[in-house]
């Protein structure tokens, strides 16, 4: 794994914007940047990324599987009791899930370490399946990187793929905040995904959700919602005035409701409690667990419901050297064991491992001055040298 500077491309501002890509700026800071990519091997790939990142996968949904029959762990997710039975439903059903996220640490040297599972509403999937892949076509052709260079990065036709499977020719709906530009750029993108799987698709946003005494959910057309893709929190979803109305509604929901429980960081103390010093995982504890003390001074912090880095303290030998402020942690804490993230000129960065359905198929990386990766780290491509 290595860092290496290279030119950009002299139009790719403007490359951006012709694909729907404006916000590679925010508040006249860069969010992506190309002025260097990460390089890794292909053995990096397979056997310390690739291979992991099923295994995690696979570690998660047993998880669920545990989870969705105790009572016992479904209060120490937090999760409201007049959840479970929508939840548990929804697993017994195997509710098709679409994609999520994986963040890692992994310097090259070590395995690498789950930081934490993006379930319910990853975002940046554009800027890694599309975006660096035209990167990466466009620096080999320009002799900017390596003409030998690959990419880890089958998302998008993986995405086309999954949409056959999930939706079996019905009619899907897109909703979300489409006001937000980050999430109206993921949403039109996974939208044009389903589009090239050859499905019908109608895109509105969350506030215009109708609800039908007879039908249930419905458009603005008052055309049913049978299939909905979401990206919307579903602790906010639940919280909502319709929200309520999940269970009695045959609208069936992307991401499903059992990716609740892998939305929830108290996934990371449960899996380390499951799975113990498996290579992958970090050692980790709910805060009110005497088992926390096990950390010593050195730990991360982490809201059990928390989004970008949000209200995240790395704290070391007792004192704080980062904290992040936000809305979180009014249902609680985690401690993680403090792995520092790896230093590349200045910079920590943090893999973020796709998997689309059950397929680990892509890795995209954030990089920031801080080691708290927030919503405006910058985005950084990668290859396979």
Same mark, same amino acid.
């Given at each position: 794994m290595q860092r290496i500077e290279c030119p950009e491309r002299d139009d790719w501002q403007a490359t951006a914007e012709a694909a729907g890509f404006d916000f590679h700026t925010l508040d006249g800071e860069r969010y992506w940047d190309e002025r260097a990519y990460y390089a890794f091997s292909l053995d990096e790939i397979e056997r310390q990324i690739e291979g992991p990142t099923g295994e995690l996968h696979e570690m998660c949904l047993a998880l669920v599987?545990?989870?969705v029959d105790d009572e016992r762990l479904l209060q120490r997710l937090k999760i409201p009791a007049a959840c479970w039975p929508l939840i548990t439903e929804s697993w017994q059903r195997r509710d098709a899930s679409l994609y999520g996220r994986f963040d890692l640490s992994f310097d090259g040297r070590g395995p690498a370490k789950l930081l934490e599972y993006n379930a319910d509403t990853p975002t940046s999937i554009f800027e890694a399946a599309v975006f660096q892949w035209t990167?990466? /076509? $466009?620096?080999? /052709?320009?002799?900017?990187?390596?003409?030998r260079a690959d990419q880890f990065n089958s998302?998008?036709?993986?995405?086309? #793929?999954?949409?056959?499977?999930?939706a079996d020719g019905r009619h899907l709906h897109f909703t979300g905040s489409y006001e937000n530009p980050e999430d109206a750029v993921t949403l039109n993108y996974l939208e044009d995904t389903a589009h090239q799987a050859g499905l019908d698709t109608t895109a509105l946003d969350i506030e215009s959700i109708g609800l039908n005494s007879q039908r249930g959910f419905v458009d603005l057309d008052d055309r049913h919602i049978e299939l909905a893709f979401k990206l919307y929190p579903w602790e906010w979803m639940l919280r909502d005035s319709f929200g309520g109305n999940v269970r009695t509604s045959s609208t069936r929901w992307l991401e499903p409701p059992w990716k609740v429980v892998l939305s929830n960081k108290g996934i990371l103390p449960l899996l380390w409690e499951m799975f113990p010093?498996?290579?992958?995982?970090?050692?980790?504890?709910?805060?009110?667990?005497?088992? #926390?003390?096990?950390l010593g001074?050195?730990?991360v912090r982490k809201p059990l419901y928390s989004r970008e880095g949000a209200n995240v303290t790395l704290v070391s030998?007792? #004192?704080?050297? /980062? $904290? $992040?402020p936000g809305?979180?942690?009014? /249902?609680?804490?985690i401690r993680q064991a403090f792995a520092p993230l790896p230093r590349f000129a200045e910079q920590y960065p943090v893999i973020g491992s796709w998997i689309v359905g059950d397929r680990a198929c892509g890795l995209s990386i954030r990089e920031d001055a801080n080691?708290?990766?927030?919503?405006?780290?910058?985005?950084?491509?990668? #290859?396979i040298l």
């Open positions: 599987h545990s989870v990167w990466l /076509e $466009q620096g080999i /052709e320009r002799q900017l990187i390596p003409k998302i998008h036709d993986s995405l086309i #793929a999954r949409w056959r499977v999930i010093n498996h290579p992958n995982l970090l050692p980790a504890y709910f805060e009110d667990d005497p088992n #926390a003390d096990k001074t050195s730990f030998s007792g #004192a704080t050297l /980062e $904290q $992040q809305p979180y942690g009014s /249902e609680g804490f080691p708290i990766t927030g919503n405006t780290s910058r985005f950084l491509p990668h #290859a």
